[in-house]
Protein backbone atom coordinates (compact mmCIF):
# COMPACT_ATOMS: atom_id res chain seq x y z
CA UNK A 1 0.00 0.00 0.00
CA UNK A 2 2.49 1.99 0.73
CA UNK A 3 4.36 1.83 -2.47
CA UNK A 4 2.30 3.01 -4.08
CA UNK A 5 1.73 6.27 -2.43
CA UNK A 6 4.20 7.98 -4.47
CA UNK A 7 2.77 7.01 -8.33
CA UNK A 8 -0.34 8.66 -6.45
CA UNK A 9 1.04 12.06 -5.86
CA UNK A 10 2.57 12.64 -8.66
CA UNK A 11 -0.20 11.71 -10.66
CA UNK A 12 -2.54 14.07 -8.78
CA UNK A 13 0.41 16.71 -9.13
CA UNK A 14 0.47 16.29 -12.53
CA UNK A 15 -3.54 16.60 -12.75
CA UNK A 16 -3.71 19.68 -10.61
CA UNK A 17 -0.79 21.57 -13.27
CA UNK A 18 -2.12 20.86 -16.19
CA UNK A 19 -4.78 23.33 -17.23
CA UNK A 20 -8.76 22.53 -17.04
CA UNK A 21 -11.42 23.79 -18.46
CA UNK A 22 -15.19 24.26 -17.03
CA UNK A 23 -17.54 21.22 -16.85
CA UNK A 24 -20.15 23.74 -17.87
CA UNK A 25 -19.14 24.78 -20.59
CA UNK A 26 -21.89 26.17 -23.11
CA UNK A 27 -20.02 26.08 -26.06
CA UNK A 28 -18.16 22.49 -25.65
CA UNK A 29 -21.37 20.86 -24.89
CA UNK A 30 -23.07 22.15 -27.92
CA UNK A 31 -20.04 20.74 -30.17
CA UNK A 32 -20.44 18.21 -28.55
CA UNK A 33 -24.03 17.05 -28.85
CA UNK A 34 -23.78 18.77 -32.75
CA UNK A 35 -21.54 16.30 -33.30
CA UNK A 36 -23.24 13.33 -31.72
CA UNK A 37 -26.88 14.05 -32.49
CA UNK A 38 -28.52 11.85 -35.50
CA UNK A 39 -30.08 15.30 -36.52
CA UNK A 40 -30.06 19.13 -35.70
CA UNK A 41 -30.85 21.11 -33.06
CA UNK A 42 -33.72 24.14 -33.61
CA UNK A 43 -34.56 26.65 -30.76
CA UNK A 44 -37.79 27.78 -30.75
CA UNK A 45 -39.13 30.77 -28.51
CA UNK A 46 -42.67 30.95 -26.26
CA UNK A 47 -43.32 34.71 -26.43
CA UNK A 48 -45.50 35.47 -24.02
CA UNK A 49 -47.60 38.33 -23.17
CA UNK A 50 -48.28 38.48 -19.40
CA UNK A 51 -52.18 39.23 -18.13
CA UNK A 52 -52.71 43.12 -17.40
CA UNK A 53 -55.41 43.04 -15.81
CA UNK A 54 -56.77 40.79 -12.71
CA UNK A 55 -58.08 37.85 -13.70
CA UNK A 56 -62.10 37.37 -12.21
CA UNK A 57 -62.12 35.42 -9.33
CA UNK A 58 -63.92 31.79 -9.57
CA UNK A 59 -67.62 31.29 -7.77
CA UNK A 60 -66.44 29.68 -5.19
CA UNK A 61 -63.57 31.40 -4.08
CA UNK A 62 -65.94 34.61 -4.22
CA UNK A 63 -68.67 32.62 -1.98
CA UNK A 64 -65.98 31.26 0.41
CA UNK A 65 -64.30 35.13 0.82
CA UNK A 66 -67.87 36.23 1.47
CA UNK A 67 -67.93 33.40 4.70
CA UNK A 68 -64.63 33.92 5.88
CA UNK A 69 -65.70 37.74 5.77
CA UNK A 70 -69.28 37.70 7.42
CA UNK A 71 -67.83 35.04 10.04
CA UNK A 72 -64.87 37.25 11.16
CA UNK A 73 -67.72 40.08 11.58
CA UNK A 74 -68.97 38.61 14.13
CA UNK A 75 -66.18 38.26 16.00
CA UNK A 76 -64.20 42.00 15.12
CA UNK A 77 -64.07 44.22 17.70
CA UNK A 78 -66.26 47.36 18.06
CA UNK A 79 -65.15 51.02 18.09
CA UNK A 80 -66.77 54.19 19.24
CA UNK A 81 -68.99 55.68 16.57
CA UNK A 82 -66.77 59.10 16.59
CA UNK A 83 -63.87 57.07 15.84
CA UNK A 84 -64.99 55.22 12.73
CA UNK A 85 -66.76 57.96 11.31
CA UNK A 86 -63.78 60.08 11.09
CA UNK A 87 -62.24 57.29 9.33
CA UNK A 88 -65.16 57.56 6.46
CA UNK A 89 -64.91 61.41 6.27
CA UNK A 90 -62.62 62.22 3.51
CA UNK A 91 -61.51 65.21 1.30
CA UNK A 92 -64.11 67.28 -1.18
CA UNK A 93 -61.01 69.09 -2.67
CA UNK A 94 -59.92 69.83 -6.46
CA UNK A 95 -57.58 66.41 -6.25
CA UNK A 96 -60.26 63.98 -5.84
CA UNK A 97 -61.03 62.14 -8.61
CA UNK A 98 -63.79 59.48 -9.61
CA UNK A 99 -62.13 56.21 -10.66
CA UNK A 100 -63.96 55.06 -13.97
CA UNK A 101 -62.55 51.17 -14.38
CA UNK A 102 -61.25 50.33 -18.09
CA UNK A 103 -64.07 47.93 -19.67
CA UNK A 104 -62.78 44.11 -20.09
CA UNK A 105 -63.60 43.53 -22.85
CA UNK A 106 -61.99 45.46 -25.38
CA UNK A 107 -62.77 45.67 -29.42
CA UNK A 108 -60.16 43.00 -30.41
CA UNK A 109 -62.46 40.62 -27.84
CA UNK A 110 -65.14 41.74 -29.85
CA UNK A 111 -64.07 40.73 -33.24
CA UNK A 112 -61.83 38.23 -32.31
CA UNK A 113 -59.02 40.01 -33.90
CA UNK A 114 -56.15 37.48 -33.04
CA UNK A 115 -53.54 40.21 -34.60
CA UNK A 116 -53.61 42.80 -31.64
CA UNK A 117 -52.72 42.38 -28.04
CA UNK A 118 -55.47 44.60 -26.59
CA UNK A 119 -57.32 41.09 -26.30
CA UNK A 120 -58.36 38.40 -23.10
CA UNK A 121 -56.70 41.18 -21.12
CA UNK A 122 -56.64 39.06 -17.99
CA UNK A 123 -55.17 36.05 -20.16
CA UNK A 124 -51.30 34.95 -21.28
CA UNK A 125 -50.88 35.81 -25.04
CA UNK A 126 -48.81 33.78 -27.16
CA UNK A 127 -47.14 34.63 -30.05
CA UNK A 128 -47.60 31.79 -33.33
CA UNK A 129 -46.50 32.51 -36.69
CA UNK A 130 -47.81 31.34 -40.13
CA UNK A 131 -44.92 30.16 -42.77
CA UNK A 132 -41.97 27.97 -43.71
CA UNK A 133 -40.63 25.56 -40.57
CA UNK A 134 -38.61 23.63 -40.05
CA UNK A 135 -39.48 19.89 -40.67
CA UNK A 136 -42.54 20.85 -41.99
CA UNK A 137 -44.21 18.18 -44.49
CA UNK A 138 -43.51 19.37 -48.47
CA UNK A 139 -42.15 22.70 -47.26
CA UNK A 140 -45.79 23.80 -46.35
CA UNK A 141 -46.33 26.91 -44.68
CA UNK A 142 -47.67 25.73 -40.71
CA UNK A 143 -48.43 27.49 -37.61
CA UNK A 144 -45.53 27.38 -35.57
CA UNK A 145 -43.38 29.54 -32.73
CA UNK A 146 -40.04 31.82 -34.01
CA UNK A 147 -37.16 29.64 -34.66
CA UNK A 148 -34.46 29.39 -35.87
CA UNK A 149 -31.55 26.31 -36.16
CA UNK A 150 -28.78 26.10 -34.43
CA UNK A 151 -25.44 27.36 -36.77
CA UNK A 152 -22.60 28.70 -35.14
CA UNK A 153 -23.88 30.47 -31.93
CA UNK A 154 -22.07 30.04 -28.35
CA UNK A 155 -24.94 29.09 -26.79
CA UNK A 156 -28.60 27.96 -27.62
CA UNK A 157 -29.90 30.48 -26.02
CA UNK A 158 -28.28 33.25 -28.33
CA UNK A 159 -29.56 30.89 -31.07
CA UNK A 160 -33.55 31.41 -29.95
CA UNK A 161 -32.37 35.17 -28.98
CA UNK A 162 -31.71 35.50 -32.81
CA UNK A 163 -34.76 33.61 -34.05
CA UNK A 164 -37.08 35.95 -31.79
CA UNK A 165 -34.94 39.14 -33.44
CA UNK A 166 -35.51 38.59 -36.81
CA UNK A 167 -39.44 38.31 -36.43
CA UNK A 168 -39.63 41.27 -34.38
CA UNK A 169 -36.45 43.33 -35.89
CA UNK A 170 -34.98 43.82 -32.48
CA UNK A 171 -34.99 43.02 -29.03
CA UNK A 172 -35.73 46.01 -27.41
CA UNK A 173 -38.77 44.99 -25.54
CA UNK A 174 -38.64 41.37 -24.54
CA UNK A 175 -37.06 39.51 -21.67
CA UNK A 176 -35.65 36.24 -21.57
CA UNK A 177 -36.42 33.92 -18.37
CA UNK A 178 -33.28 32.38 -17.67
CA UNK A 179 -30.56 31.03 -19.89
CA UNK A 180 -31.70 27.54 -19.99
CA UNK A 181 -34.71 25.83 -21.97
CA UNK A 182 -37.75 25.73 -20.59
CA UNK A 183 -38.47 22.21 -22.54
CA UNK A 184 -37.20 20.33 -25.38
CA UNK A 185 -38.56 17.55 -27.71
CA UNK A 186 -37.75 15.06 -30.42
CA UNK A 187 -39.32 15.02 -33.12
CA UNK A 188 -39.19 11.71 -35.47
CA UNK A 189 -39.86 12.42 -39.39
CA UNK A 190 -42.73 10.79 -41.22
CA UNK A 191 -40.65 10.71 -44.24
CA UNK A 192 -37.60 8.16 -44.16
CA UNK A 193 -35.20 10.58 -46.32
CA UNK A 194 -35.09 13.12 -43.42
CA UNK A 195 -33.40 13.17 -40.30
CA UNK A 196 -34.72 13.39 -37.13
CA UNK A 197 -33.77 17.20 -34.86
CA UNK A 198 -34.69 18.28 -31.49
CA UNK A 199 -36.48 21.58 -30.54
CA UNK A 200 -35.57 23.25 -27.63
CA UNK A 201 -38.23 25.86 -26.26
CA UNK A 202 -36.95 29.46 -24.73
CA UNK A 203 -39.44 31.70 -22.95
CA UNK A 204 -39.75 35.19 -23.69
CA UNK A 205 -41.84 38.13 -22.55
CA UNK A 206 -43.37 41.06 -23.49
CA UNK A 207 -42.08 44.26 -21.79
CA UNK A 208 -43.18 47.87 -22.38
CA UNK A 209 -45.53 47.66 -25.29
CA UNK A 210 -48.57 47.13 -27.10
CA UNK A 211 -47.57 46.16 -30.54
CA UNK A 212 -44.92 44.59 -32.63
CA UNK A 213 -44.25 44.79 -36.29
CA UNK A 214 -43.74 41.63 -36.91
CA UNK A 215 -42.02 39.71 -40.04
CA UNK A 216 -40.83 37.02 -41.80
CA UNK A 217 -44.41 35.09 -41.81
CA UNK A 218 -47.12 34.82 -44.11
CA UNK A 219 -49.34 35.70 -40.85
CA UNK A 220 -49.39 35.23 -37.08
CA UNK A 221 -51.72 35.74 -34.17
CA UNK A 222 -51.71 36.30 -30.34
CA UNK A 223 -53.57 33.32 -28.79
CA UNK A 224 -54.63 32.01 -25.43
CA UNK A 225 -53.15 28.72 -24.33
CA UNK A 226 -56.67 27.18 -24.78
CA UNK A 227 -56.63 28.43 -28.43
CA UNK A 228 -52.66 27.62 -28.96
CA UNK A 229 -53.70 23.83 -28.56
CA UNK A 230 -56.29 23.92 -31.15
CA UNK A 231 -53.08 24.83 -33.52
CA UNK A 232 -51.37 21.75 -32.63
CA UNK A 233 -53.72 18.76 -32.17
CA UNK A 234 -50.71 16.34 -32.96
CA UNK A 235 -48.86 17.93 -29.61
CA UNK A 236 -51.62 18.94 -27.27
CA UNK A 237 -50.55 16.77 -24.52
CA UNK A 238 -46.53 17.72 -24.69
CA UNK A 239 -47.67 21.67 -24.78
CA UNK A 240 -50.78 21.25 -22.22
CA UNK A 241 -47.68 20.41 -19.86
CA UNK A 242 -45.04 22.70 -21.03
CA UNK A 243 -47.23 26.05 -20.72
CA UNK A 244 -48.29 25.95 -16.88
CA UNK A 245 -50.61 28.82 -16.98
CA UNK A 246 -52.62 29.57 -13.35
CA UNK A 247 -55.23 31.70 -13.14
Known amino acids: MLSRLPATVSLLCRSLREPRGFSSSASSVLASSKETADGKLVASVLFERLPIVIPKIHPVVYAFQEFS ?3 RQQYRRQYPEE ?33 S ?11 LLYGNAYGALDGKPVWHFPEKVYENEETMRLCAEAALKSVLGGLDHTYFVGNAPMA ?12 PFKRFFFKSQVVGTTKYHIGKCKDFAWVTKDELLEYFPENKDFFNKMIIHIR
Not at 102 to 109: L, M, S, V, Y
Not at 184 to 195: F, G, I, L, N, P
Open 184 to 195: HMAVEQTDSSAS
Open 83 to 115: VLGKADARGKGDYHIDYVPAPRITEADKTNDRK
Open 69 to 71: FRW
Open 117 to 127: LQRALDNKLYL
